[in-house]
């Protein structure tokens, strides 16, 4: 999947194949406040990989006319994120 050239299609079998039940309430992987103060290291894991089933669809965005001031919004995210999920 080229980030540049990302069609709705690949987009949508990306979140075809993805499995998010882990991390829904009472998922092996969901978390609440409690744990983000027991074990914030488990929690970032478990952030960064629902980040990066969703950012092809924060990619796709970008390609919309939207207001600019938005996509900065999402590109400031998707920076921030990168930087904290290898």
Known sequence: MSENQLTFEEVNKHFENADLSQFKKDGKS????????????????????IYKVVRPFLIFVLKFPIPSKWKDAIKTFMDLMDGLCP
């Open 30 to 49: 969901f978390f609440s406040t409690n744990d983000v103060a027991k074990a914030p290291g488990d929690v970032l894991q478990k952030v960064c990989a």
